[in-house]
Each structure stands twice: as structure tokens, then as C-alpha cells.
Nanobody, 120 residues
Framework: QVQLVESGGGLVQPGGSLRLSCAASGFSFSSAAMSWYRQAPGKERELVATVTSAGRSRNYADSMKGRFTISRDNIKSTVYLQMNSLKAEDTAVYYC?????????????WGQGTQVTVSS
């Protein structure tokens, strides 16, 4: 079955960095667009960044541009989110999201999330 397993979250001071990883299995990773979303307490889940299946195109939410970088390794079936210059408002649960079409059917899956807390 499809599995998306995030890791790399934790507590970091403002201005610090973290790298999140999402290991995927159970589907053709190289055919999937991969995204990171986040959800802060009391707020709706929001898109952080998306990378296309071959990694040629990346898109970011405006507030993350220049600080966050999404990348992927199709050999390792893993997508990453490098987060720099972290701020308190980046505190949230970060979710990995996979979207792909197989035999004409669109499918989408979420990971379980990893907590990122930015605090001094």
C-alpha cells in the first residue's frame, strides 16, 4: 500500500534550519508530483511547496520563497524540504503529499505529519 513517512521535524531556535524528509513507497514515485503542506494550530492546512515528477519545476508559497527549498531523489523515492531562517510562525505540523494518475485514475495521499516547533 501507499506509504509516506515524514521525518526530520523537531525543535529549533528562530533563525535556525531543519531538513524534512518524506520516504515514499507503494507507488511509482517518479510519476508523482510531490508537495509539502503545513498546518498550524487553529489554522487551515496550507501549501508550502510543490515539485513536479521529474523535479524540473518547483513552486512555493510566497511566505516561504527564498527560505525553503523542495527537492526530490527519484532513486531513493524521497522528497525533502530544506527550511532555513525559520521563524516562530513556521511552527506547524508539516505533511507530505503525493499526487499521481495511474491507469487514468487520479490518486492523492497524505503522510502522517511531522511537528516543527520554532522557539527560543
Amino acid at each position: 500500500q501507499v506509504q509516506l513517512v515524514e521525518s526530520g521535524g523537531g525543535l529549533v531556535q528562530p533563525g535556525g534550519s531543519l531538513r524534512l524528509s518524506c520516504a515514499a513507497s507503494g507507488f511509482s514515485f517518479s510519476s508523482a508530483a510531490m508537495s509539502w503542506y503545513r498546518q498550524a494550530p487553529g489554522k487551515e492546512r496550507e501549501l508550502v511547496a510543490t515539485v513536479t515528477s521529474a523535479g524540473r519545476s518547483r513552486n512555493y508559497a510566497d511566505s516561504m520563497k527564498g527560505r525553503f527549498t523542495i527537492s526530490r531523489d527519484n532513486i531513493k523515492s524521497t522528497v525533502y524540504l530544506q527550511m532555513n531562517s525559520l521563524k516562530a510562525e513556521d511552527t506547524a505540523v508539516y505533511y507530505c503529499y503525493a499526487e499521481f494518475t495511474f491507469l487514468g485514475v487520479r490518486s492523492a495521499y497524505w503522510g502522517q505529519g511531522t511537528q516543527v516547533t520554532v522557539s527560543s
